[in-house]
Nanobody, 120 residues
């Protein structure tokens, strides 16, 4: 079955950087769009970024453009999100998701997410 396992989150000061990862299995990763979605405390799911199968097209929500970079390694079935110049408003639980959409509902196959906390 489809499995998504996020990792790499943590506590970072404003202006700092983190790279989070999503290890996948149970589907043909190399042929699917992939996305990152986040949920801040007390708020709904927010689409962050998406990437096509061949990494030639990437998409970002306005609030992270120029700061975040999505990438993937199809040989390792792994998705990444490099986050630079982090801000307190980036604090959230980050999920990876299969496909491309700008609106999301949590799917049963999603992982537990990885917590990113930006605070001094």
């Amino acid at each position: 079955q489809v499995q998504l396992v996020e990792s790499g989150g943590g506590l970072v000061q404003p202006g700092g950087s983190l790279r989070i990862s999503c290890a996948t299995s149970g589907f043909t990763f190399s042929t699917d769009y992939m996305s990152w979605v986040r949920q801040a405390p007390g708020k709904g799911l927010e689409w962050v970024s998406s990437i096509n199968s061949g990494s030639s097209r990437t998409f970002y929500t306005d609030s992270v453009k120029g700061r975040f970079t999505i990438s993937r390694d199809n040989a390792k079935d792994t998705l990444y999100l490099q986050m630079n110049n982090l801000k307190p408003e980036d604090t959230a639980l980050y999920y990876c998701a299969r496909g491309y959409s700008r609106t999301w509902s949590r799917a049963s196959y999603w992982g537990q997410g990885t917590q990113v906390t930006v605070s001094s």
